[in-house]
């Protein structure tokens, strides 16, 4: 099963949030969008980044006024990618490989098409 499948059922959507805001800001979108990772993105589309609440947990490790912290302080910069044609079976590999649980789907220039998280994977 190719990561387009994935995404036609599931939908393009993907929770983004700009570099600018604050952590606490992060905490509030995870919870109200009920999601474990936000796209760092300045337009919605180009991809800054990654936040996931792995990310928010390490940076709270300082103390809570870690709250007021920006996004692109606490977000991890290598941001691991797939094409919508990659396999399932590609996509364990990678999150097993990186231990990551969200992997941003990308047309050919790089620009965000969809997001697979593990929870989508295990349900195809």
């Known amino acids: 099963m190719q990561l387009a499948a994935?995404?036609?059922?599931?939908?393009?959507?993907?929770?983004?949030?700009?570099?600018?805001?604050?952590?606490?800001?992060?905490?509030?979108?995870?919870?109200?969008i009920s999601v474990g990772a936000l796209v760092v993105s300045d337009d919605g589309r180009?991809?800054?980044?990654i936040v996931s609440e792995r990310d928010v947990v390490r940076a709270l490790a300082s103390g809570s006024s870690a709250l007021t912290n920006s996004v692109a302080s606490i977000m991890t910069h290598q941001v691991y990618c797939a094409p919508p044609d990659a396999s399932v079976d590609d996509l364990m590999h990678l999150m097993t490989d990186r231990r990551i649980r969200h992997v941003p789907i990308t047309d050919a220039d790089g620009l965000l098409l969809?997001?697979?998280?593990?929870?989508?994977?295990?349900?195809s």
């Open 6 to 32: 994935i995404l036609a059922s599931k939908g393009d959507f993907v929770a983004t949030i700009t570099p600018e805001k604050n952590v606490a800001d992060v905490v509030a979108m995870l919870t109200d």
């Open 46 to 49: 180009s991809i800054a980044g």
């Open 114 to 123: 969809g997001i697979v998280s593990i929870g989508d994977v295990v349900k």
